[in-house]
T-cell receptor
Framework: GAGVSQTPSNKVTEKGKYVELRCDPI?????LYWYRQSLGQGPEFLIY????????DSGLPNDRFFAVRPEGSVSTLKIQRTERGDSAVYLC??????????????FGPGTRLTVL | GEDVEQSLFLSVREGDSSVINCTYT??????LYWYKQEPGAGLQLLTY?????DMKQDQRLTVLLNKKDKHLSLRIADTQTGDSAIYFC???????????????FGRGTSLIVHP
């Protein structure tokens, strides 16, 4: 596709449920990033993949959050036992090689997660 | 306190210049960025500056960096209604400073341009 796509665009779930959020990066981009943006805040880093492996997962808030990228393209962010505080827009971005500014990160439109 | 701070709102008249300010705390920051977020659209990198530079100009955009005061500004000349958006300041460290170029964002400044 032309840009980064994320599905679903909106997800409403109940407290305690499990959710999966999907990111399709730009074809050929080896780097993929997940961020979380709460209302009125800037994006907050969660995890960064280089190819299939997590190069930096220091932003994952706790062990309820997990992400995979098994074939080095599509990535799935998984949240177990969701809590109301997990409600946010989850953003995905990809870049050609790595995080250097001359390898611009292209952001998707986000998935708005609401935990009731 | 927050690593990157910005004022939350700025209102300007169409045709005037806008100046959005940001302060950051990390003296090891390698890159400083400005991103734009419009409703319903993804976050977009506008420009960035390397920490050993003090100014960068790109068409209507001018970035000024005062490294001593850890102050970054974005000036938009001849502001148009299409410039109305949220502008995020961000900073990152490179591997030489123990980072991986992952940006840390401020809370964003909502720029409102009125006729």
């Amino acid at each position: 596709g032309a840009g980064v796509s994320q599905t679903p665009s909106n997800k409403v779930t109940e407290k305690g449920k499990y959710v999966e959020l999907r990111c399709d990066p730009i074809s050929g981009h080896t780097a993929l990033y997940w961020y979380r943006q709460s209302l009125g805040q800037g994006p907050e880093f969660l995890i960064y993949f280089q190819g299939t492996g997590a190069a930096d997962d220091s932003g994952l808030p706790n062990d309820r959050f997990f992400a995979v990228r098994p074939e080095g393209s599509v990535s799935t962010l998984k949240i177990q036992r969701t809590e109301r505080g997990d409600s946010a827009v989850y953003l995905c971005a990809s870049s050609l090689i790595d995080g250097r500014p001359d390898n611009e990160q292209f952001f998707g439109p986000g998935t708005r997660l609401t935990v009731l | 306190g927050e690593d990157v701070e910005q004022s939350l709102f700025l209102s300007v008249r169409e045709g005037d210049s806008s100046v959005i300010n940001c302060t950051y705390t990390d003296s090891s920051s390698t890159y400083l960025y400005w991103y734009k977020q419009e409703p319903g659209a993804g976050l977009q990198l506008l420009t960035y500056i390397f920490s050993n530079m003090d100014m960068k100009q790109d068409q209507r955009l001018t970035v000024l960096l005062n490294k001593k005061d850890k102050h970054l500004s974005l000036r938009i000349a001849d502001t148009q209604t299409g410039d109305s958006a949220i502008y995020f300041c961000a900073e990152s460290r490179g591997p030489e400073s123990g980072g991986s170029y992952i940006p840390t964002f401020g809370r964003g400044t909502s720029l409102i341009v009125h006729p």
